[in-house]
């Protein structure tokens, strides 16, 4: 009566004893690798293994935002290209990622933000990034619902605006990005999951899965808060990576008030409204390292009085949703992509915290390319993890814009 399982990607495949390359985690990254793999290099033997169904962890749970606008000049140019990427990937993946380039608006509070936020514009200026300071009364212009008065907590001085960045379907770009992986022979494996890495000789051989072993000469551990210690730590290696909950919500559905991506460091908020009409919301991050996804009641008060100070029509809407994802934090806010000296054979992709949505496909482009070839593109240098030993951190902390009060 009933049809047996299957994923509108694909016929579910059968686990081999062998692959070409083995991706460690059914998220963001670990399929758009996947399918760059496939496409790009010929390497149709891949298996993905997820160890819950793809899209679990942050790929699911994002709020879905994407910008170029980051800080500092080595990530500036993989972000410009991240976006440029996504109106291309929606045609070749055919599938509509439901990309949306409303522009990112970034409120200001205070004379010295906006001094920071100068760099921030120069430095996106400099890699032609559209990003530029605009007033209260342009920002007043651009959203008529914002409260740009005087007498509320941190009254807007301005904004940093970033005409093309935007929001699009993180579910579609999982599915999408799924089915062109799946239709180019990558087998994508869920409710299969890693429990060992194996090398012999400073080489990879194999993967031990709770389904069988599978040997292999390539591992890309792509599996988000969980590349730190829980599969670093199969390697015998630790990675400068906390883990720490982001929590985000919706409200109920409204009529059209926000054509925009709205944040603010001093509020600690950022949000857009949705194609179904709700207020998307998010940007608290849990202080404390944990693996839960659970939500505080501290933190929906904190979002509601702030919501309701600069959006004052939002007052006495309800909140529908609320939900938790993990996020690995490196020191700088800055991820770790790289390859082994010592381990040959295995690569790695974590670290990124609050941006691994917007750079998935462009990340996963290249880094097939370094997994295919063993030579690492100009691109993903900077951001071996080699730069913690050598004192290198890269300060991408202030892409955020750092909130100063004091005047
Ligand atoms: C609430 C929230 C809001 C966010 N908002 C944004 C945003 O607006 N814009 C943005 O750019 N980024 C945002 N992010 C960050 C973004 O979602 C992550 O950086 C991104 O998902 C990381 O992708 P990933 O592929 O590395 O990991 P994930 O998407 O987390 O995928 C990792 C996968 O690995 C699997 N896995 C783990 N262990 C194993 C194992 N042993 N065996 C097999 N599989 C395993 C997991 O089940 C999971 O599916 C947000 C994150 C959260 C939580």
């Not at 400068?240 to 982001?246: G, N, Q």
């Amino acid at each position: 009566m009933f049809k047996k399982f299957k994923p509108f990607w694909g016929k579910k495949p059968s686990l081999n004893s062998s692959y070409d390359a083995v991706i460690i985690g059914g998220g963001l990254h670990g399929l758009a690798t996947a399918y760059y793999l496939a496409k790009d290099h010929g390497l149709k033997n891949i298996a993905v293994i997820e160890k819950n169904y793809i899209g679990f962890g942050g790929a699911g749970r994002n709020t879905a935002i994407v910008r170029a606008n980051q800080r500092t000049q080595l990530n500036l140019p993989l972000y410009k290209e991240a976006l440029d990427l996504w109106p291309v990937l929606t045609k070749e993946l055919d599938y509509n990622l439901m990309f949306n380039n409303c522009g990112n608006l970034n409120l200001l509070h205070s004379e010295s933000e906006i001094s920071a936020s100068r760099m921030n514009v120069t430095s996106a200026q400099f890699h032609n990034i559209e990003s530029l300071l605009i007033d209260a009364k342009q920002v007043k212009e651009l959203v008529p619902a914002i409260n740009i008065s005087k007498n509320i907590t941190y009254p807007v001085h301005g904004a940093l605006y970033h005409p093309p960045g935007g929001v699009l379907r993180h579910d579609a770009v999982v599915w999408g990005l799924a089915k062109g992986a799946s239709k180019l022979g990558v087998h994508i494996h869920q409710q299969t999951e890693v429990t060992g890495i194996n090398f012999e000789k400073g080489r990879i051989v194999s993967v031990e899965t709770d389904k069988g072993k599978i040997n292999t000469p390539r591992v890309l551990v792509s599996a988000g808060a969980y590349s730190a210690s829980i599969i670093s730590g199969m390697l015998g290696i630790r990675l400068p990576i906390s883990v720490l909950t982001i929590q985000a919500m919706v409200t109920q559905p409204l009529k059209p008030i926000l054509n925009h991506v709205i944040s603010s460091n001093a509020y600690h908020i950022y949000m857009n409204q949705t194609l179904k009409g709700e207020i998307a919301t998010g940007a608290h991050m849990d202080p404390w390292p944990n693996y839960t996804t659970l939500n505080t009641c501290d933190y929906i008060k904190h979002q509601a009085e702030a919501l309701s100070e600069f959006l004052p029509c939002l007052r006495g809407v309800r909140f529908m949703r609320i939900w938790g994802g993990l996020a690995d934090m490196t020191p700088d806010m800055a991820p770790i992509i790289d390859g082994n000296d010592t381990i040959k054979g295995l690569f790695m992709n974590c670290g990124w915290g609050y941006f691994g949505f917007k750079s998935c496909a462009v990340t996963g482009k290249y880094l097939a390319g370094f997994m295919a070839t063993g030579q690492c593109p100009d691109i993903l240098r900077p951001f071996s993890m080699s730069r913690y030993k050598d004192h290198r951190l890269m300060g991408e902390t202030a892409a955020l814009v750092s909130y100063s009060p004091d005047n």
